[in-house]
């Protein structure tokens, strides 16, 4: 599938259209929108929404891919200022249940059902494993946590973050997504704590 999603500078009314889309998008999902549906629950023409993309599939990838931007400097501005290494463990992983709050059960499907979405939530979800391993390494550097395997702890946090978010493990434990996350918080730093 051609990629051509619009990049680089928007004007005032594409950002307010584009955050719009992502709300709508989140809150109802995107694969069983036409264009035609979407521009009339954004209020615009067909001619403005292909002024952000070509099609609605890229339409989708361009509120997916901004979902997911605005969701990492939210969580990287929760912990920007904590320096205890305990709590900016917890508090990046409730930052994340925190983002991904608004994310209705329709758009994790989507995302799960759309290769290019998927793709997306991937490589971010790769990204916060990493994000994890960091901050445990930095703790055990520290001296704030214990030695452990921070690559193991980061890839069993993020089996556990893909099984929140496909639904899974609400559908095993009945916690809601923030829920779990908070729990997986807890989890995570009883594996590290001296």
Do not use: W
């Not at 920007?80 to 463990?89: D, F, K, Q, Y």
């Not at 994310?103 to 939530?121: H, K, L, Q």
């Amino acid at each position: 599938m051609k990629s051509t999603v619009i990049m680089g500078s928007l004007t005032r009314r594409q950002s307010g259209l584009r955050d719009a889309l992502v709300d709508l998008f989140l809150a109802k999902g995107f694969l069983q929108f036409t264009l035609d549906d979407i521009a009339a629950e954004l209020s615009c023409s067909k001619r403005t929404l292909y002024a952000l993309a070509e099609s609605k599939e890229q339409l989708a990838v361009l509120a997916v891919r901004e979902f997911f931007r605005r969701s990492t400097d939210q969580v990287e501005a929760a912990i920007a200022r904590t320096r205890a290494h305990g709590r900016r463990l917890t508090g990046y992983l409730e930052a994340v249940a925190a983002a991904l709050a608004p994310a209705s059960r329709a758009f994790t499907d989507d995302v799960a059902n759309f290769p290019p979405a998927r793709e997306i939530y991937e490589r971010n979800t790769e990204a916060a494993a990493r994000r994890v391993r960091e901050l445990i390494d930095e703790g055990c550097r520290e001296g704030a946590f214990r030695t452990v395997d921070s690559t193991f702890v980061a890839e069993v946090v993020t089996a556990s973050m893909r099984r929140i978010t496909s639904g899974e493990l609400t559908a095993a434990t009945g916690l809601n997504d923030a829920q779990a996350y908070r729990e997986l918080a807890k989890l995570t730093l009883a594996a590290v704590r001296r």
